[in-house]
């Protein structure tokens, strides 16, 4: 659990990558059992193979009884547990399950998970591979789009690896027990109300139609739950490429940029362009030619009385050869309204050109 294939974070006592425990956790002592009746008597180690996806894994366990009485009921919880979709629609039926007990032993801490690696049967040199392979999946996975939320869940991270979302959506790697994403998947259906309705995940192996497939026939015992008319919209192998907001695949009714359950969670980031066009349509409004014409009015009379005041106050340009008075009969010609004393009224006096 927890995106993690052994998860030591639920061990009540840790001793590096093992939990360490003195008790059955599922007995119950009867009143005519004996003291210390569910501690451990044995330590054991056994191997397990044909599991889904890992194929082979060791366990560590202690037992009251013995190890072979022990291992029997682990494989039987392990064959009735619900498997993954990917799985089934890789292989419908659980192949066969073998186990052998590598370790049974007493005393404490007595059964560990062997470091040792596999030798290559041809070169007889050390593999890469382990006789236990436990360890967690070199794969980081594909970072795939998971989703979208739904609106009564108010805990939507604890579905979400490292707690990385966007929008209404967990953006995972892993399964929650570990196994790495290897494809992205977008689909699009018909829900028991004959709504469509859109879903995004990653699955470790098989296709995404064949996961499609099996997540019809587990639905389909319910008309509450059943599916219809169901479609593979994008089936792909990059970092969030089924975005439900992408050029394929997209689904943008289910998308919501600001979820209620994560809103503390978010900046206060205001999306301009769908705060504009939130308000509705565009109106062009008219040129608001009062507006316009009233300041140029105004500049123009300005202009004219400050005109009027310039020509008011100028002084007149005087000339050398004539009075004020002189009427300008021509560029080199004027005539004096006042009378010569040296000749008639009426004569022309003639200026200098």
Known sequence: GDFFRKDCARCKVRKGDMCMETQEPTCVAKPGDPPGHCNFAKCCVAKITNLDYWNEDCLAFGTYDDCNTK??????????????????????????????????????????????????????????????????????????????????????????????????????????????????????????????????????????????????????????????????????????????????????????????QVLHLLTNDIDKEAALLGGGAVVQEPIPWALILIPICGVGFMACVGYTIYKCIKEPERSLWHSDKAKIVALDTFVEPTQDLSKGSNDVVEGIA
Do not use: H
């Not at 805990?155 to 490292?162: H, R, S």
């Open 71 to 260: 291992l029997d009921t682990i494989l039987k919880d392990i064959r009735s547990s619900p498997r993954s979709l990917p799985s089934r629609s890789v292989s419908p039926k659980l192949r066969e399950l073998t186990a052998e007990i590598m370790i049974e032993c007493e005393g404490d801490s007595c059964a560990t998970i062997t470091i040792e690696r596999k030798r290559d049967p041809f070169t007889n040199r050390l593999a890469d591979l382990r006789v236990c392979p436990v360890d967690e999946s070199k794969n980081a996975g594909v970072e795939c789009f998971v989703g979208p939320w739904s609106a009564a869940d108010n805990t939507p991270l604890d579905n979400c690896q490292d707690d990385k979302f966007k929008y209404n959506f967990c953006t995972n790697r892993k399964t929650k027990d570990g196994r790495p994403f290897r494809k992205c998947c977008a689909f699009l259906y018909l829900n028991s109300r004959a709504q469509p309705q859109c879903a995004y995940t990653g699955i470790e192996e098989g296709t995404c139609a064949g996961y499609l497939e099996q997540l019809k026939i587990s639905v389909q015992s319910s008309v509450y739950t059943s599916i219809n008319n169901e479609l593979v919209m994008r089936e792909c192998e990059e970092d969030q490429c089924n975005d439900p907001l992408g050029k394929e695949g997209s689904c943008p009714d289910v998308v919501i940029k600001r979820p209620p």
